[in-house]
Protein backbone atom coordinates (compact mmCIF):
# COMPACT_ATOMS: atom_id res chain seq x y z
CA UNK A 1 0.00 0.00 0.00
CA UNK A 2 1.39 3.55 -0.99
CA UNK A 3 1.53 6.08 1.77
CA UNK A 4 2.95 9.31 2.28
CA UNK A 5 3.47 10.72 5.75
CA UNK A 6 3.99 14.14 6.62
CA UNK A 7 5.92 15.70 9.71
CA UNK A 8 7.87 18.67 10.88
CA UNK A 9 5.11 21.44 10.78
CA UNK A 10 4.55 23.84 13.71
CA UNK A 11 4.17 27.20 14.71
CA UNK A 12 7.54 29.55 14.32
CA UNK A 13 7.63 33.48 14.21
CA UNK A 14 8.27 35.21 11.07
CA UNK A 15 12.16 34.73 9.50
CA UNK A 16 12.06 30.77 11.32
CA UNK A 17 12.61 27.99 9.53
CA UNK A 18 11.15 24.56 9.55
CA UNK A 19 11.96 21.37 7.51
CA UNK A 20 9.29 19.35 6.80
CA UNK A 21 9.01 15.71 5.64
CA UNK A 22 7.04 12.80 3.58
CA UNK A 23 8.33 9.84 4.30
CA UNK A 24 7.15 7.46 2.09
CA UNK A 25 6.14 3.45 2.19
CA UNK A 26 5.58 1.20 -1.29
CA UNK A 27 6.62 3.99 -2.69
CA UNK A 28 10.62 5.01 -3.81
CA UNK A 29 10.81 8.66 -3.87
CA UNK A 30 13.47 8.84 -6.11
CA UNK A 31 11.67 6.80 -8.82
CA UNK A 32 8.74 9.63 -8.97
CA UNK A 33 8.30 13.17 -9.98
CA UNK A 34 6.70 14.69 -6.20
CA UNK A 35 6.03 17.68 -5.36
CA UNK A 36 5.26 20.18 -2.26
CA UNK A 37 1.79 21.75 -2.35
CA UNK A 38 0.11 24.36 0.16
CA UNK A 39 -3.40 25.70 0.88
CA UNK A 40 -4.56 28.40 3.47
CA UNK A 41 -7.93 28.17 4.79
CA UNK A 42 -10.40 29.58 1.72
CA UNK A 43 -7.65 29.16 -0.65
CA UNK A 44 -6.80 26.90 -3.31
CA UNK A 45 -4.38 24.50 -3.20
CA UNK A 46 -0.94 25.67 -4.81
CA UNK A 47 1.83 24.33 -6.02
CA UNK A 48 5.08 25.16 -4.31
CA UNK A 49 7.90 23.51 -5.26
CA UNK A 50 8.79 19.85 -7.60
CA UNK A 51 10.82 17.85 -8.53
CA UNK A 52 11.17 15.41 -11.08
CA UNK A 53 12.14 11.75 -11.44
CA UNK A 54 15.17 12.86 -13.02
CA UNK A 55 16.07 15.44 -9.91
CA UNK A 56 15.43 19.19 -11.44
CA UNK A 57 13.27 21.45 -9.75
CA UNK A 58 11.69 24.04 -9.83
CA UNK A 59 9.83 26.73 -7.26
CA UNK A 60 7.17 29.15 -7.21
CA UNK A 61 7.96 32.73 -7.42
CA UNK A 62 6.88 33.28 -3.75
CA UNK A 63 9.42 30.61 -2.34
CA UNK A 64 12.46 31.10 -4.72
CA UNK A 65 15.80 31.59 -2.65
CA UNK A 66 13.75 30.67 0.60
CA UNK A 67 12.61 27.38 0.19
CA UNK A 68 14.56 23.74 -1.06
CA UNK A 69 13.32 20.35 -1.95
CA UNK A 70 15.42 17.50 -1.52
CA UNK A 71 15.22 13.58 -1.55
CA UNK A 72 17.00 10.99 0.74
CA UNK A 73 17.26 7.83 -1.10
CA UNK A 74 18.28 5.99 1.58
CA UNK A 75 15.67 6.90 4.01
CA UNK A 76 13.17 7.10 1.55
CA UNK A 77 12.26 10.94 2.22
CA UNK A 78 11.87 13.55 0.36
CA UNK A 79 12.25 16.91 2.51
CA UNK A 80 11.26 20.64 2.25
CA UNK A 81 13.39 23.27 3.85
CA UNK A 82 11.75 26.20 4.45
CA UNK A 83 13.92 29.51 5.58
CA UNK A 84 13.24 33.01 6.30
CA UNK A 85 9.24 32.14 6.72
CA UNK A 86 6.87 34.70 6.53
CA UNK A 87 2.76 34.84 7.42
CA UNK A 88 1.67 34.32 3.69
CA UNK A 89 3.79 30.78 4.23
CA UNK A 90 0.85 30.21 6.85
CA UNK A 91 -1.20 26.88 5.32
CA UNK A 92 -1.29 23.03 5.57
CA UNK A 93 1.88 21.84 3.82
CA UNK A 94 1.30 18.13 1.67
CA UNK A 95 3.36 16.23 -0.48
CA UNK A 96 2.09 14.55 -3.22
CA UNK A 97 3.82 12.46 -5.84
CA UNK A 98 2.98 10.19 -9.55
CA UNK A 99 2.19 6.72 -9.28
CA UNK A 100 3.99 6.20 -12.85
CA UNK A 101 7.87 6.98 -13.79
CA UNK A 102 7.22 9.52 -16.27
CA UNK A 103 9.96 12.26 -16.20
CA UNK A 104 7.00 15.17 -15.62
CA UNK A 105 6.79 17.91 -13.81
CA UNK A 106 4.23 20.35 -12.73
CA UNK A 107 3.00 22.75 -10.08
CA UNK A 108 -0.79 21.63 -10.97
CA UNK A 109 -2.19 19.18 -8.51
CA UNK A 110 -3.76 17.17 -10.43
CA UNK A 111 -0.27 15.89 -12.07
CA UNK A 112 -0.18 13.97 -8.98
CA UNK A 113 -2.13 10.93 -7.89
CA UNK A 114 -0.49 10.29 -4.60
CA UNK A 115 -1.13 12.23 -1.32
CA UNK A 116 0.47 12.86 2.30
CA UNK A 117 -2.15 13.95 4.89
CA UNK A 118 -0.81 17.46 5.46
CA UNK A 119 1.08 19.29 8.05
CA UNK A 120 0.06 23.02 9.66
CA UNK A 121 2.45 25.57 9.32
CA UNK A 122 1.62 28.49 10.75
CA UNK A 123 3.82 31.17 10.68
CA UNK A 124 3.40 34.53 12.99
CA UNK A 125 4.36 38.23 12.67
Given at each position: ?V ?67 T?D?A ?34 S ?16
Amino acid sequence: QVQLVESGGGSVQAGGSLRLSCTASGYTVSDHSMGWFRQAPGNEREGVVWISRAGGTGYGESVKGRFTITRDSAKNTLYLQMNSLKPEDTAVYYCAGRSDLAYYYSFRSTAYDVWGQGTQVTVSS
